[in-house]
């Protein structure tokens, strides 16, 4: 059963950055699409990126281009978010999330990932 566990959240000012990292306890096909979702109180979860572990293929919402950027390290199987000039509409909990699939599959619905984390408050003021 895949685990995740999101870490790096807090509070900035607008303009700042932070790093979110999602550590899993295992790398296989249960975990071939990885992706960041966030949300803000009373709004709809909504996907900020997405990355297929197996080609790197990475996409982002409209909302996470040019200031957001995924990465990886295999080694840790960890996932990691860096954020630039943080807004304060980017206030929301973020969480990780994973699922099996081709990276067709990844750019999809949170109510298609089967594992989670628990969450990581991203508060901008």
């Known amino acids: 059963h895949v685990q995740l566990v999101e870490s790096g959240g807090g509070l900035v000012q607008a303009g700042g950055s932070l790093t979110l990292s999602c550590a899993a306890t295992?790398?296989?096909?249960?975990?071939?699409?990885m992706a960041w979702f966030r949300q803000g109180p009373g709004d709809e979860r909504e996907g900020v990126a997405y990355m297929h572990t197996g080609n790197n293929n990475i996409q982002y919402s409209d909302s996470a281009k040019g200031r957001f950027t995924v990465s990886r390290d295999n080694a840790k199987n960890t996932v990691y978010l860096q954020m630039n000039d943080l807004k304060p509409n980017d206030t929301a909990m973020y969480y990780c999330?994973?699922?099996?699939?081709?990276?067709?599959?990844?750019?999809?619905?949170?109510?298609?990932?089967?594992?989670w984390g628990q969450g990581t408050q991203v508060t901008v003021s």
């Open positions: 295992e790398h296989s096909a249960s975990t071939a699409c």
């Open positions: 999330a994973a699922r099996a699939g081709w990276s067709s599959l990844c750019r999809i619905t949170w109510r298609r990932y089967n594992f």
